[in-house]
């Protein structure tokens, strides 16, 4: 802070308001809107002044009209609403009411400790065309106090006094117990806050006022946060007075992608408080089936080492020290008025009135670990946050509801009781006659809500919340597959226990059936117990069927219109377990024992195209009536393929969901033998290896300054954050099998179903699934990625690969790659979601493909 800021501070301290104080517990605003003062309604703004007696005189006294008008405001990035705004006089939008009178929808705003006693008759100015009295009182004590509002054709000169100022840049706020200072760009979430006392300023005891949002969509099919990075603040201009300086910022929250949440907040700043008027919703809203929470919460620095926390339920306290104490997990965390934190730097108070028609809690919030990262910050961890936790913002539904957030600041140590007169500010406001109407000085929050939540629904301590966990370990969930290259439409239920029997064993059943009779019946049971060297083991059975699936024939040259269908049915049990070294080695293993059987191939349920079946052009010599597409295929009889596979990796990547850094290798050995109880008889070698890079210069083009993120469509493709990078993945495989004599030629012991495929959402797409097969397959895949929301990423992708008789023979090289591309978008919400969508061209196929699978 520069050096003039504080001469400004402590010159303006020294002088303060000269006028009368009354008799009211604290200073608390009046604000009074226009339309209950007829008598001075429509009068010009600048003829307006407000009087009391001070010292037996009838004196001007510090006050504004705050001017409001109708304006278009978007509620999302196509349709707009309108909305009562401030005229604004600050700032880089001033805004100006079309109307200059004092009309209904103006407000007076003025603060109790400058009113007086009643006037006497002769007091009254003779000059004044009109005056409006207003009479004040205090619930608790029935203390009054009086005003007049009057219009005057020459009116007197305004008080000089002023309760709150700005600095020339509306980072810096200083009133008379508080100075406040906002980050560029942000003018809601403050980073700095140092109490004025009568020695001056003191330290800065915040690292950062911060808002997030904790979602649970499908009973915990999805969870996920969306912290102050996740709003878009715009200021919509400010109005300084004497009284209070009023910012109108427009917050812009994209819940999911291309779905605004766009409301129009404010924050007052005051003498000794700032309030923030805060339009809330919840952020994504699916009736009974999401949980939301909404936490606002001061982040305090280091400089408040040592100072005190409590509240309304805990009043003896717990240290500010950034260590998790016992007496810490002990406090009451339920629904709570007030928090507080004290010290010899002075006390802060904070209050949340809530919308009195909806059951929500306002919950405390209380952590204290400085050793636990918590950005966006300053100084790392969080040193005695506090605040409030607001359950089940979902019942708020899909129009926003007003949250009132307030902070008091007091240069002096907390006394018990201190919080009553400002409580009692907002819960019994004070009352404001003017003819013959009652009126309330402010909106009343409302009184807390019953809690009937049950004992295990209480909240737990903030420091033992895992928000990205489970609340609900049972559920039954849909699946869909959309596969038009192959398996068809379709989808079923699942069954999942995240804690089977209290084990923390997860249980997965699961059945899916498409409109091409594709059927897949699945027992998966894993992530179990008490195996000690062993991770993650599990045991899995499936029963797949698919009565239509292609074939085309082995090696690249299989023309497409040469097309029969087999049907498989396949019975598979393994066991696989995990186990890692160093953080980013590993090796999984899986033992399984597979059976397949195999028939006709029938036509789809669809409709479209009879197919051929297998065995009319690729069957026996015997069985072929008409023209032969291809040679005798060998395992049509289906059988045992048991076997073991090991799998060898190296990660260094950033995310395994969608990485944008680093680098993975893994080799796979696949083993299927007699000797294990198959029919067959090879060993099938798989090198994989994935690079990936987030250059500077791709993150930093021109166009990314040319859009306002206040339209979040426009910046899907430009803009900060887009954490563009490109992928690249090649894969080799090679089959490793003895010769056998079948009908004449000399083969590899290998059924033709287990032949290396390339077509489809996994290796090529833009191809039909499993579009070409032979013993040996070699493909690239590229990939431009950008993130397009928080949780979704669009790429660009080319993609190519040939399948080989054998890769090491030079003239595998030499024939003709297939060449595919198209877009990707990809879905990727914690802990459960995921989802990617291929849309793929090539000289071949134009279409489609969902599935639920991670970037390679």
Same mark, same amino acid.
């Given at each position: ?23 009211f ?11 209950n003062?007829?008598?001075? $309604?429509?009068?010009p ?20 009209i *705050? ?11 196509t ?49 004044a ?24 054709? +020459?009116?007197?000169?305004?008080a ?38 009568? @020695?001056?300023?003191g ?26 990075? *996740? ?14 300086i009023?910012v ?10 291309n ?10 700043f &005051?003498?000794?408080?700032?309030e ?16 939301s929470? &909404?936490?606002?919460? $001061?982040?305090?620095?280091?400089e ?18 950034g260590?998790? !104490? ?59 946050k506090?605040?409030?936790?607001v ?10 509801k ?25 819960r ?17 929050g409302?009184p ?15 420091a ?5 966990e ?18 068809? &439409?379709?989808?079923?239920p699942?069954?999942?226990d995240?804690d ?9 059943l699961?059945?899916?059936?498409? *409109? ?13 117990p ?6 993650d ?15 085309? @024939? ?52 669809? @409709?479209?195209?009879i ?15 008409? !023209?032969?597409w ?33 680098n ?23 090198l ?36 563009r990078?490109?992928?690249? +993945? ?20 290998v059924?033709?179903?287990d ?8 290796n ?9 097969r ?32 054998d ?20 879905i990727h ?9 291929d849309?793929?061209y ?5 279409? &489609?493909l ?7």
């Amino acid at each position: 802070m520069q050096k003039w800021w504080w001469l400004l501070v402590a010159t303006w301290l020294a002088a303060g308001p000269a006028g009368a104080q009354g008799t009211f517990s604290v200073n608390s605003p009046i604000v009074v809107e226009a339309q209950n003062l007829p008598a001075v $309604l429509t009068q010009p703004v600048e003829a307006l002044r407000l009087l009391a007696v001070t010292e037996g005189r009838l004196g001007v006294i510090p006050f504004q009209i *705050d001017e409001r008008m109708e304006v278009s405001v978007y509620q999302s990035w196509t349709r707009r609403r309108e909305h009562l705004a401030y005229a604004t006089n600050a700032g880089k939008r001033v805004r100006t009411d079309y109307d200059p009178a004092f009309d209904y929808n103006d407000q007076l705003a003025f603060m109790s400790r400058d009113l007086g006693p009643p006037a006497a008759p002769g007091q009254m100015p003779a000059e004044a065309r009109v005056c409006a009295e207003l009479r004040v009182q205090e619930p608790e004590t029935g203390n009054q106090g009086f005003a007049y509002l009057c219009a005057f054709d +020459r009116p007197p000169a305004n008080a000089p006094e002023s309760y709150v100022r700005a600095d020339d840049s509306f980072r810096f706020y200083t009133g008379k117990s508080y100075l406040l200072g906002f980050p560029e760009g942000n003018p809601v979430n403050f980073d700095q806050l140092q109490i004025l006392g009568p @020695g001056g300023p003191g330290p800065d005891l915040v690292d950062r006022f911060k808002t997030r949002l904790d979602v649970a969509v499908a009973r915990g099919l999805s969870a996920y946060s969306l912290s102050e990075e *996740d709003f878009h603040y715009y200021g919509r201009g400010i109005k300084v007075g004497p009284i209070r300086i009023i910012v109108e910022t427009e917050s812009v929250l994209e819940s999911w992608f291309n779905a605004q949440i766009r409301v129009i907040n404010t924050i007052t700043f &005051y003498s000794d408080h700032v309030e923030y008027l805060l339009n809330t919703r919840p952020p994504i809203y699916l009736g009974p089936v999401n949980l939301s929470t &909404y936490t606002l919460a $001061l982040d305090l620095s280091s400089e408040a080492d040592r100072m005190t926390f409590l509240s309304e339920k805990n009043p003896k306290g717990v240290p500010v020290d950034g260590t998790l !104490e016992p007496q810490e997990l002990g406090m009451n965390y339920g629904p709570t008025e007030w928090v507080a934190v004290t010290g010899k730097a002075g006390t802060i108070f904070s209050y949340l009135a809530l919308p009195g028609d909806l059951p929500l809690h306002k919950d405390l919030y209380f952590n204290d670990q400085s050793n636990k990262p918590d950005p966006p910050e300053e100084e790392s961890g969080m040193m005695g946050k506090f605040g409030f936790a607001v359950r089940h913002l979902e019942k708020i539904g899909h129009k926003p509801k007003p949250l009132r957030l307030v902070f008091w600041f007091r240069p002096e140590p907390y006394q018990p009781g201190m919080e009553k007169p400002y409580m009692d500010s907002f819960r019994r406001p004070l009352t404001v006659f003017t003819d013959n109407r009652e009126l309330l000085a402010e909106l009343p929050g409302a009184p807390p809500a019953p809690d009937q939540r049950k004992e295990k629904d209480q909240p737990v301590p903030t420091a033992e919340e895992k928000p990205e966990e489970q609340k609900v370990t049972r559920a039954v969930l849909p699946n869909f597959w959309l596969d038009p290259y192959n398996i068809g &439409y379709g989808g079923g239920p699942s069954y999942v226990d995240a804690d089977l029997l209290g084990t923390g064993t997860m249980l997965n059943l699961m059945f899916i059936r498409t *409109d091409r009779n594709f059927q897949w019946y699945l027992f998966d049971i894993s992530k179990i117990p008490g195996t000690g060297y062993l991770e993650d083991l599990r045991f899995f059975l499936e029963l797949q069927e698919f009565p239509s699936e292609s074939f085309f @024939g082995q090696g690249n040259a299989a023309p497409k219109d040469h097309r029969s269908l087999y049907w498989w049915v396949k019975y598979e049990g393994s066991v696989t377990f995990r186990k890692h070294f160093l953080d980013h080695y590993g090796v999984d293993t899986e033992l399984s024992c597979r059976f397949m059987t195999l028939k006709p191939g029938q036509q789809a349920r669809s @409709g479209g195209i009879i197919y051929d079946r297998l065995e009319d052009h690729f069957g026996l010599s015997e069985e072929i009536m008409e !023209e032969r597409w291809g040679p005798p295929t060998y395992g049509r009889e289906g059988g045992y393929d048991n076997r073991i596979q090991l799998e060898f990796y190296r990660d260094f990547r950033d995310d395994y969901q969608v990485p944008h850094r680093g680098n993975y290798q893994k080799f796979t050995v696949e083993f299927v033998h007699p000797m294990i109880g198959a029919n067959y008889n090879f060993t099938r070698l798989v090198l994989d290896l994935r690079g990936y890079l987030e250059p500077r210069w791709l993150n930093n083009l021109p166009m990314d300054h040319w859009f306002s993120d206040r339209r979040t469509f426009l910046t899907k493709f430009f803009g900060p954050n887009k954490r563009r990078s490109l992928a690249g +993945r090649v894969v080799f495989t090679h089959l490793i099998s003895p010769e056998i004599d079948f009908r004449g030629r000399q083969i590899l012991d290998v059924p033709f179903y287990d032949l290396t495929p390339l077509g489809g959402g996994s290796n090529l797409r833009g191809f039909f699934g499993d579009r070409f097969r032979d013993y040996d397959a070699a493909w690239i895949n590229l990939e431009y990625r950008w993130a397009y929301w928080k949780f979704v990423d669009w790429a660009l992708f080319v993609d190519t690969g040939v399948v080989m008789h054998d890769i090491f023979e030079l003239r595998s090289w030499q024939q003709s790659w297939h060449w595919g591309y198209g877009f990707v978008i990809r879905i990727h919400v914690p802990p459960a979601v995921m989802a990617t969508f291929d849309i793929g061209y090539s000289i071949e196929e134009q279409n &489609y493909l969902h599935q639920p699978n991670w970037a390679f």
